[in-house]
């Protein structure tokens, strides 16, 4: 099913490239620094489909002498450098929002038409956000997972790029609708950086799932022959689950 997943991403890829292309082209001859911004960061989404591709090659090797484990954490370092690469985008359109913003001069009008590109970017990138989490949650892969979200931040991030775009063409006394609609998309980059890099920090730090560790020592609790057990560590590596726990058998049992 790996093949799928590919497809999927290279997909993306390509929708990226076209939709990247038009907002960035559609923003700057419209004037537009919310679409400008957008366009800027869908541009970040062909690196991260570059990654993802690296990362689903690569985790699927098999396990080694050097690697008894096998290689699956290498999705989950892809999706931390997904979420990495969201949040330095972010701070980069927030900082230019503010600037902006803060300005004393007087910002330009939006052409109307602007408005087409991340109207385009909104209803072709749900489509391709809900593929691609359907087919990521099928198979287990935090990298798809990642990159499916972003898609999602895509859509959020051309909403108000749509609307500060829109009403910054309304009128001259309106022009600050479009900056402050580019602020607005880095807050919801920002947010969708921590929703990948969250979990996966935990992973790479082999944090424990508690809720899962005490299912874990119900269902061994049920074995016969099993006294107790303890100990119960389960830890997240890639799409398994890791445990290691002790039991306390019947000392007369011959083992």
């Known amino acids: 099913m790996k093949k799928t997943l590919y497809r999927v991403t290279l997909a993306g890829l390509f929708l990226n490239l076209g939709l990247s292309a038009g907002k960035v082209l559609l923003g700057w001859w419209g004037g537009s620094q919310a679409v400008l911004a957008d366009g800027l960061h869908s541009f970040t989404d062909l690196i991260t489909d570059f990654l993802t591709l690296f990362g689903l090659k690569y985790a699927s090797h098999p396990p080694d002498p050097e690697h008894?484990?096998?290689?699956?954490?290498?999705?989950?370092?892809v999706a931390l450098i997904i979420g990495l690469f969201m949040a330095l985008t972010a701070l980069g359109l927030g900082i230019k929002a503010v600037t902006s913003l803060s300005a004393k001069t007087l910002l330009p009008t939006v052409k109307a038409w602007v408005v087409l590109a991340p109207l385009a970017s909104m209803i072709s990138k749900e489509v391709l956000f809900r593929v691609t989490l359907h087919l990521g949650q099928r198979e287990r892969s935090p990298a798809v997972?990642?990159?499916?979200?972003?898609?999602?931040?895509?859509?959020?991030?051309?909403?108000?790029?749509?609307?500060?775009?829109?009403?910054?063409?309304?009128?001259?006394?309106?022009?600050?609708?479009?900056?402050?609609?580019?602020l607005v998309v880095a807050f919801f980059i920002l947010k969708a950086s921590w929703e990948i890099l969250h979990p996966g920090i935990h992973e790479l730090c082999d944090r424990v799932d508690l809720e899962e560790a005490q299912k874990i020592k119900t269902e061994v609790l049920k074995v016969p022959g099993v006294r107790d057990a303890h100990h119960v560590r389960a830890r997240k590596h890639g799409d398994h689950t890791l445990v290691d726990l002790h039991i306390q058998v019947d000392p007369y049992l011959t083992v």
């Open 68 to 77: 008894p484990y096998g290689h699956r954490r290498i999705e989950t370092l």
């Open 145 to 182: 997972i990642a990159n499916a979200y972003h898609h999602r931040s895509d859509v959020w991030s051309s909403l108000p790029a749509f609307l500060g775009a829109g009403l910054s063409s309304v009128s001259p006394s309106l022009a600050f609708a479009d900056p402050l609609g580019s």
